[in-house]
């Protein structure tokens, strides 16, 4: 089948976003990856898989990489504008909606076009706190940011829209974080509402500052303006609903009714002084601004909802869109409570902003994608209805089952077995919901439940009454994990308190079910044998144990580790034990426990979140890492221990050859929850009903069946020379985020600025860290700052490759005489990752050097 250029220009555009994210830096195969998995899952690009997969294929034979072959999905194609950020936590479109700047978990502000080839987001610069609330003016030249320190901001373009960049002025500070901000188009005025409790207009011409204009209280949450009265609107925890006219500026407010007694997440406004009002219980009211206390109209309920909310205008979407706290983008067509919602789509974690302009809609998530809408047609009702917890393979290899809130069901491929290239559709077997699923190996399935419910069925007979092996206790998610163990005749639950139970798991006695008592570990995920005699946890305090199963309280200690780590596999021969952990380490270890401590398989390096390293006040296992987008949550390895595979919160599916240590990712449309191996083939599962089926090329032949797992990647350093970028930026913002991804290229790294100890810096080093950069304290001055380099080069540059970013004669003839030339490597030219104006309020100046 032919592929015209049209189309294949198409593909690449919609996978513009995936291609220039770290992941798209894992290879040369990592292109017919991406356009294969397109190919599957987006209407139109059917005839790019064939091409796609023969190019994968003439790869995997000729550079002996692995590649992912995406064989079949459920997955749904979506429009993702940027990710990897972290958490999106404020947005907003212009208001031409040609470009949207938003705010995600480091602290930067962004700006990205929703239209065009241009995929990177524009960093502008770093705010000392997270970002709450972000507003646009009317001509599309300025906008405010307001954050958790309390600052309100303004954010002016300094030159043409293409060159120059922008500039920042602080407005004013509330005495507490700004809970929502706003802009009266009509005039310009800026008005913002903050957990002080203070309703307050700020000055954009540098007079006289903040002006109070009344008090609505601390729990006022939401803020909005009617357009055409340039009259205010507040709602808050009691679910009142205000009127207020800055012009008085008395402190008077209008009552204009009450939404219940549920708070109010957000106030949108729309055409004719209308105004709806979103509760948390997932109501929506829409008000008349123009006749306080008159009765409101309900508009309906979807929710639970979350304070992400937005009134569009124009085009097919016209209407309220809502975010709710599952992911789920619902649309109101109409006020008049007439029309349930419309599902548009989901994001993998709650929605927390909702912008829309010019028929331009615009959402952001926790999961940390930034998402474009533009179907008018409601989301038809598909495998993405199903919300995703657990998955387990029946032991015949023939079918896949999951569960969740919305049932138990079962995907089995026509002719049984993962073949094919056609995504089985999804059959319920049980609508009661579960948290976690295991095969017995009689073919039964035990049933976790989140109110501690333990229940063995039989797939093949769903009409059968259940076995009741533990009964509810009324709680939530007493029993934490669930394994089939010995044989898979036993049940091993985790519960909350760390207790590790062995249960029966056929028909229990009248008097009830005895469980045994193993041990306890911290509630989190076992690894199983492959025999079912031992487990593997991870305790409180890091310890990595070893459980026996037939004799209870017999254990011993692997190694510990010193990250929260929630994946934990063991290969398929029980010879080595895989974690992975928080900060994105992949780590191999000996399942006997001769071999001490863990060996470096892979490390996912960056946060979306101020990070800091561990230091010797801090217990074993401690976490100080945020919540970066590199936190490992599944691991699978293969059944001939030809692979491991990992996925993580930076939405990247990643495989390693066992043999060699090469890897390559794939980074799917939505983001993966779940990985494990399936008749040698890779099946990952993300939260909304989306399996996908890979097949792991180029290393099952070349691998042999025992695998010790003990390769390490060659890890590169980087150390960048602070001032010498001070001066070579020219009071342009470095994005050191870019920096360190293209000079790491994905592999496992460490980013070192060393910076000079003055208070001018703090805020800076804060950027860093959240940057996923180390930043050593050293002595003021130039001398003090070429030593530490050259002593950090010294000593990493004897192990491992390091790349120096910096252009001083005298400090790289210095390095030049370290030795291990063949390891070193300079770049002397930051411009390609400068942005094109000034930077943010907090980025430092000329003192001692900081990045302007």
């Not at 993962?418 to 095969?439: C, M, N, Q, Y």
């Not at 199963?549 to 596999?569: D, H, I, K």
């Not at 100080?624 to 692979?643: C, L, M």
Request: charged share 20%; glycine share 14%.
């Amino acid at each position: 089948m032919t592929v015209t250029v049209a189309e294949l220009l198409g593909a690449l555009r919609a996978q513009a976003a995936e291609l220039a994210s770290p992941g798209g830096s894992l290879g040369q195969q990592v292109l017919a990856q991406q356009l294969l998995h397109q190919a599957r899952t987006r209407t139109g690009d059917e005839a790019l898989a064939r091409p796609a997969a023969n190019r994968l294929h003439r790869l995997a034979r000729i550079a002996g990489d692995p590649a992912l072959n995406t064989l079949w999905t459920s997955s749904r194609a979506r429009r993702r504008l940027a990710s990897g950020f972290g958490e999106i936590t404020a947005l907003a479109l212009s208001p031409d909606g040609a470009q949207v700047a938003f705010a995600a978990a480091d602290h930067f502000v962004r700006l990205v076009p929703t239209a065009g080839t241009q995929v990177r987001p524009t960093p502008l610069g770093v705010l000392r706190h997270w970002v709450s609330a972000l507003a646009w003016g009317a001509d599309g030249t300025w906008f405010v940011t307001g954050d958790h320190a309390g600052d309100v901001v303004e954010w002016r373009r300094r030159g043409s829209a293409t060159a120059g960049g922008y500039e920042s002025r602080l407005l004013g500070r509330h005495h507490d974080y700004v809970r929502s901000v706003v802009v009266d188009r009509n005039d310009g005025s800026v008005f913002s509402v903050g957990d002080d409790g203070f309703l307050m207009r700020w000055d954009r011409g540098g007079g006289e500052g903040g002006r109070r204009i009344g008090e609505p209280g601390r729990g006022c949450l939401a803020l909005a303006v009617d357009p055409a009265t340039g009259l205010l609107c507040t709602g808050g925890r009691g679910g009142e609903v205000r009127r207020w006219d800055p012009e008085q500026g008395d402190g008077a407010s209008t009552l204009m009714g009450l939404h219940g007694p549920v708070q109010i997440t957000a106030l949108v406004t729309g055409p004719g002084s209308k105004v709806v009002s979103v509760g948390r219980d997932g109501t929506l009211l829409a008000w008349d601004a123009s006749a306080p206390g008159a009765e409101p109209r309900p508009m309906g309920r979807a929710g639970p909802l979350t304070g992400g909310a937005a009134y569009q205008l124009a085009g097919p979407l016209a209407g309220v869109i809502c975010g709710t706290t599952q992911g789920r983008v619902m649309h109101w067509t109409t006020d008049t409570g007439e029309e349930r919602p419309r599902a548009l789509g989901t994001h993998d974690r709650g929605v927390t902003a909702v912008s829309a302009e010019a028929g331009v809609t615009v959402t952001g998530g926790r999961d940390g994608f930034l998402m474009v809408w533009d179907r008018s047609d409601p989301e038809p009702a598909g495998p993405w209805d199903i919300e995703v917890w657990t998955v387990a393979v029946d032991p015949m290899g023939s079918s896949v089952v999951t569960g969740g809130t919305d049932g138990i069901h079962r995907w089995a491929p026509a002719g049984g077995g993962p073949g094919g290239t056609r995504a089985p559709k999804p059959e319920l077997i049980w609508d009661s919901p579960v948290s976690h699923l295991a095969f017995l190996a009689d073919g039964r399935l035990a049933c976790g439940g989140e109110d501690g419910s333990l229940l063995v069925r039989d797939p093949a007979a769903p009409a059968d009454p259940p076995v009741v092996v533990r009964p509810p206790d009324g709680r939530r998610r007493t029993v934490r994990h669930l394994a089939a163990v010995l044989g898979g005749t036993t049940l091993l639950t985790v519960m909350a308190d760390g207790d590790l139970l062995l249960w029966p798991s056929g028909d229990p006695p009248a008097v009830g079910v005895e469980a045994v008592w193993i041990g306890r570990g911290s509630g989190g995920m076992p690894a199983v044998a492959p025999d079912g005699r031992w487990v593997i946890t991870v305790g409180e305090t890091g310890e990595l144990t070893r459980w026996e199963l037939e004799r209870p309280g017999a254990m011993r200690t692997l190694g510990r580790v010193w990250s929260r780590t929630r994946a934990l596999a063991v290969t398929a021969d029980g010879a080595r034990v895989v974690t992975g952990d928080d900060r994105g380490r992949l780590v191999s270890w000996d399942a006997t426990g001769l071999e001490p401590g863990g060996r470096l398989l892979s490390r996912r390096t960056g946060g979306a979140a101020p990070t800091a390293e561990p230091t010797a006040k801090d217990a074993v296992g401690a976490v100080r890492d945020g919540r970066g987008p590199s936190r490992i949550r599944s691991i699978a390895v293969a059944s001939d221990g030809s692979w491991v595979a990992s996925v993580n919160d930076a939405g990247l599916v990643e495989c390693w050859d066992t043999r060699t240590g090469r890897h390559t990712g794939l980074l799917p449309k939505a983001l993966p929850r779940v990985v494990t191996s399936w008749d040698g083939r890779l099946l990952v599962a993300d939260r909304h009903g989306g399996l996908t089926l890979l097949e792991v090329m180029a290393v099952a032949a070349a691998t042999p069946t025992v695998t010790p797992l003990l390769f390490t990647d060659p890890e590169v350093t980087l150390v960048v020379d602070q001032q010498w970028c001070n001066r070579a930026s020219q009071g342009r913002l470095l994005d050191f985020g870019a920096l360190r991804a293209d000079l790491s290229g994905g592999r496992p790294h460490r980013a070192v600025v060393p910076c000079p100890e003055v208070s001018e810096l703090d805020r800076f080093r804060g950027y860093l860290r959240a940057t996923g950069w180390s930043a050593p304290l050293v002595k003021p001055g130039r001398s003090s700052l070429r030593a530490a380099i050259l002593e950090e080069v010294a000593e990493a540059v004897a192990a491992a490759r390091v790349v120096v970013v910096t252009g001083d004669p005298e400090l790289r003839r210095a390095l030049g005489a370290v030795g291990c030339a063949e390891r070193l490597t300079f770049v002397d030219s930051v411009e390609r990752w400068l942005a094109p104006g000034a930077g943010g309020p907090v980025v430092p100046g000329e003192a001692e050097g900081g990045i302007a």
